[in-house]
């Protein structure tokens, strides 16, 4: 993945919160991988997240809630507890949001390709570009949203988190909320890939649930989990958004009409798939958990249906194939 060195980047579309607002450098890629206000309009919803549902937050167990049950063997205080912090509901976070930082050294596409922050920033960029021209064709508006990096814990609009949640979109705040440490657990405990293109499909998979909050997809889902689950379906759909912003990605410009990114090649695609069969709930839980695989208890889908379900956006480069609702066979 590289990015169009002339490109402008809009650091506005990230809240940084890690306190220093530290930065990271890399040589053209990401050194660790995995892990303004809604409404602002561009001119020119985990991997998991909680999803309103009926009226308020529906119980959907974020992926970082899966691994931290899993991993540990701990169904009760540990992720249980979490969970019940994260529906309880809760202030925005409070902490001071600092991008001067960003703002200095992530101007242009050229610092994307050697800053890792820069490269999040312009991967943000470019899916907000995405959505808000397609929504715009369908005639629907979408809404910009922010991207808010926390180390530790955070304080959200559904309740407190912290970092073993992994990255999650909060429907009460429409925002998508990111400790970027969690990239060093995707690629040390699960063994997934570092490059750059994978954390991209990690935050292209949280503004595709920030685009079915808008649409109101996320209504459909109740707390049910298995392997025909609302649950698992929205978080099919959330992949095979981010599979067709990946067709797109090339082609996306950003508010000052430059194309953010200048390459997507097959080994991206590749990795993305890697990654996707990693966080797969058969994987987590016969790879990390007891070894015994559970699809009762599944609430994002299998490896394979993550894969299919990516290269289903992809392939089609259409929001429109991405109908997991009405899917017979999810794969």
């Not at 242009?108 to 470019?126: E, Q, W, Y």
């Not at 629907?140 to 559904?158: H, K, N």
């Not at 082609?251 to 090649?265: F, H, K």
Request: proline residues 2%.
């Amino acid at each position: 993945m590289r990015f169009n060195d002339k490109a402008r980047l809009d650091t506005s579309q990230v809240r940084d919160q890690r306190g220093g607002g530290g930065s990271g450098t890399g040589s053209g890629g990401l050194g660790s991988m995995f892990g303004g206000s809604s409404g602002n309009q561009r001119s020119g919803g985990g991997l998991g997240g909680l999803a309103k549902g009926g009226g308020g937050i529906g119980v959907l167990v974020v992926i970082g809630v899966v691994i931290y049950t899993l991993v540990t063997g701990n169904s009760g205080g540990g992720a249980g507890g979490l969970l019940n912090q994260l529906l309880a509901g809760g202030n925005s976070s409070n902490a001071q949001a600092d991008t001067k930082t960003l703002q200095k050294e992530c101007t242009t596409g050229a610092d994307a390709n050697t800053n890792s922050d820069c490269a999040l920033v312009a991967i943000i960029n470019s899916v907000q570009g995405y959505w808000t021209d397609q929504l715009a064709a369908s005639g629907t508006t979408y809404q910009e949203t922010d991207s808010v990096w926390f180390t530790g814990q955070v304080s959200t609009g559904c309740g407190n988190a912290s970092s073993s949640t992994g990255p999650f979109y909060c429907p009460a705040d429409q925002l998508v909320y990111v400790d970027l440490s969690f990239f060093t657990t995707l690629k040390t405990d699960f063994k997934a890939n570092d490059l750059i293109f994978t954390q991209a499909y990690v935050l292209a998979h949280e503004y595709g649930h920030h685009v079915q909050n808008l649409l109101g997809t996320s209504n459909k889902v109740g707390s049910a989990a298995g392997p025909e689950s609302g649950s698992v379906r929205l978080e099919l759909q959330a992949d095979c958004y981010a599979g067709a912003w990946a067709n797109h990605a090339t082609t996306v410009p950003g508010a000052d009409g430059q194309i953010l990114i200048a390459d997507v090649n097959q080994t991206d695609i590749n990795g993305a798939l890697d990654a996707a069969a990693k966080i797969g709930d058969d994987y987590i839980q016969s790879t990390l958990g007891s070894g015994t695989v559970d699809e009762s208890s599944f609430t994002h889908g299998s490896s394979k249906q993550r894969e299919k379900w990516f290269m289903t956006g992809y392939t089609t480069g259409s929001p429109a194939t991405c109908d997991t609702f009405g899917a017979s066979n999810l794969g």
